[in-house]
């Protein structure tokens, strides 16, 4: 860690050493990865402890050092926490994630066994695998524990080392496949109706996660696991087909009507393209005759909405 990241999480680490409730504090991202920080590193800390209410206010900060400039939550991709970032001058940016005690240790007990036999990925609802999933792949990518008092945050942040991401099943494949059409109809009558701002700013948010996650997929199953994927599109220009990253201008749009009919379309595309790959790969049924459907309803509908 460079010395100006060192020094804040040593003044944490100093604070929870005194607060009985914190058992323990692992850092996260590129700066608990040797060589790959940079000045525009945030630095990414998650505190596991026995009483999250009392943190996630943040009235703690003061008792770590100078009061922040800026500071607000937002809910993390891990485990749905709350997360509360920090900016202190510079500027210096903080992420802490707070996590329960009872929360961590359970999920130290499903990380170490979804290491030793990944087929068990398969018992977990599917909103737990897709958490463990994230958190598998930001402890692949390097955590450094600062603090444990219990040994909780060790297990939780041990690395998976060679787990890959998981391909998923056919069931999940087709909700993934179902889900974007579905999400395309949505975002068709919003256009209709001239929410722009409901298609673009919501709607289109839900599409580019279902696109991402195939994107993943293709991946993993084009490269046999052996090239990791990151959340939320990350580097993923160092990972995507470039016949992908190619297409990948077609399907953003400005805030404009005929922009976003232009991008819907070539989202759907896009997303054809690759889930069909995916479907070959993994002997999957991709289901064309309601993808031809689909294409029906928003021709049919496109031109209405150009009248507006």
């Known amino acids: 860690m460079a010395s100006g990241h060192a020094d804040y999480v040593a003044q944490v680490v100093s604070w929870a050493e005194r607060v009985p409730s914190v058992r323990g504090l692992i850092v996260m991202g590129s700066v608990a990865q040797i060589g790959t920080e940079d000045a525009l590193s ?8 026995t009483k999250p209410r009392q943190l996630r206010g943040g009235e703690w900060l003061a008792d770590v050092c100078p009061a922040p400039i800026l500071s607000w939550t937002y809910r993390s991709p891990v485990g749905g926490q709350t997360v509360r970032q920090v900016v202190y001058d510079g500027p210096f940016v903080v992420d802490v ?4 005690w009872i929360q961590a240790a359970l999920s130290g007990v499903a990380v170490a066994a979804i290491t030793r036999f990944p087929q068990l990925r398969r018992v977990f609802p599917s909103t737990v695998a897709q958490q463990l999933d994230t958190w598998l792949e930001i402890a692949r990518r390097g955590t450094h524990v600062a603090l444990d008092k219990d040994g909780i945050a060790t297990r939780m942040a041990r690395s998976p080392g060679g787990v890959s991401t998981p391909l998923p099943s056919e069931a999940e494949f087709l909700n993934t496949v179902q889900s974007l059409f579905g999400l395309l109809l949505w975002q068709s009558k919003q256009l209709v109706r001239g929410e722009l701002w409901m298609a673009l700013g919501t709607v289109d948010q839900h599409l580019k996660q279902q696109l991402l996650i195939m994107m993943q997929w293709h991946t993993v199953v084009t490269r046999h696991g052996a090239t990791e994927t990151s959340y939320s599109g990350r580097h993923i220009g160092q990972w995507l087909d470039p016949r992908w990253s190619a297409s990948l201008p077609k399907v953003w749009a400005g805030y404009d009507l005929q922009e976003a009919w232009t991008a819907l379309f070539g989202t759907l595309d ?3 393209a690759v889930a ?3 479907a070959d790969a993994g002997q999957y049924r991709y289901p064309r005759d309601k993808e031809r ?7 049919e509908r496109q031109p209405r909405a150009n009248l507006l």
């Open 270 to 272: 896009l997303f054809s």
């Open 42 to 49: 945030d630095l990414d800390l998650m505190i596991i402890t």
């Open 293 to 299: 459907q689909l294409r029906a309803w928003l021709s």
């Open 97 to 100: 994630a707070t996590t329960s």
């Open 276 to 278: 069909n790959e995916v």
